[in-house]
C-alpha cells in the first residue's frame, strides 16, 4: 500500500515538534514538504520553540524533503494526503480553508480556532470537499482524564454539579519551559523578544484564554455532557506588558444542570496544588492530582483509581488518524469536529464576555453544517 503523503503548515505553535514528529515517524506516513504562514509580526529572535525554530527542527529532524515560503504553492506543487497544522489561531480557518479546496485532511491543534465564526468555516469547508479535519487535544491521550469520564458515566458520584480545571506556568516561551517532541527547554528571552511572538498578540489570536481556558472548555463539555447555555469571562495583562495579550484568564460557565470554572495563566505555577480536572457531584468528587485519581466522599472515605491502558495501536494523534483513514471508525469524541464546535463556542462566549463585561450567551444551535 502507498504510504500517506505529509505537509505540515505552520510552526508558530510549538506544538508542531511532538504532533508533526508523531505522524512524520508513523510507518504508513511519507514526509514530503512543510510551510509557514507569514507572521503578522516578525519575530526578532530565533530561540527554542519559535517559529523560526520549529521550521528548523522539522527540516534537521523529521525527514522533510523541501520547504516553502508559502503554504499555497506548496498545496498546489505537493500532491498531499494529510496536514498537520500547528499556526497561530487567527490562521487555522484560512488555512483549513485552503486544504480542503485542494483535497487534503487535516489534523489541526487544539484550540479549534480564534471565534467560532472560524471554526464554522472550517467544518463547512471539509465538510463541502469531502475531507476529514480533527482537532487534537493532548488530553485526549491522557488515560486518566479518560478514565475519570468513565467514573462519571458510571455514575460513581451521582449526578456532576461542578467541573472546575486550571493551567498555569510562566508562559509558553518562558524560560526554562519544556515542550513535548524535543529535548531543548526555552531560552531566557527579552521582554520585546517574546512580545514580538504570536503569543503575547492579540491579532493573532495569542493570550491565555484561547491556549489555557481552551482546555477548560473541552474538559467540561466532555465531561457535564451537555451544551453549555451561557459564560462570564475576565482576562487580564497583569505580568507581560510588553505585549497586548492577556497573561491571565477565567471563564465560569452555566449548563443546563451543572457550572464549570476554568482558568489560564501565563505567570503563576500551581506549586503542588491540585489543578484538576476536578469534578464535584452529587455522591462525590473526584479529583486528579499528580496522575492520581481519587474519589472523595467526605468522612476519610477516599476512593482511588488506576486508568486503564488507552486502545491498542490508538494512543496517539497519528495512529488514531490513520487508524480513522484505514477504517473509517470514529475519531474520539474529543477529537471530532462536530464536538469542538461546541467548544468553540463557550470560548467564544468567554470572549465575548471579556469585552462586554456581562454575560453572554453560548451560540449552540446557530449553526448550519450540514
Known sequence: MAKYRLGLIGFAHMHINNVGGQFAQHGDIEPIACADTTPIVPEIRDAPYTRGWNLQHALDNLGFQRSYDDYQEMLEKEDLDIVVCCSENARHAEVIEACAAAGVHVCIEKPMAESLSGALRMIRASQAAGTILAINWPMTWSAEARKIKELIDAGEIGRVLQVKWRGGHTGPLGPGAMHAGVSETADQMTGPERGATWWHQSSTGG????????????????????????????????????????????????????????????????????????????????????????????GGNTTTYQSDPLPEGRTKIANEFIHHLKTGEPFHQTLEASFNLEVMAILDAGIRSTASGQLEPVNNGTWQIG
Request: net charge negative.
Open 207 to 298: 493570550g491565555a484564554m484561547l491556549d489555557y481556558c481552551c482546555y477548560g472548555s473541552m474538559v467540561s463539555r466532555w465531561y457535564i455532557g451537555e451544551l453549555a447555555l451561557a459564560v462570564i469571562g475576565m482576562k487580564a495583562n497583569l505580568d507581560s506588558h510588553w505585549g497586548n495579550a492577556e497573561d491571565n484568564a477565567a471563564i465560569i460557565v452555566r449548563f443546563p444542570g451543572a457550572m464549570a470554572l476554568f482558568e489560564g495563566s501565563w505567570t503563576t505555577w500551581d506549586h503542588g496544588v491540585p489543578t484538576g480536572p476536578i469534578v464535584y457531584g452529587t455522591e462525590g468528587t473526584i479529583v486528579l492530582d499528580s496522575g492520581c485519581i481519587r474519589r472523595e466522599q467526605g
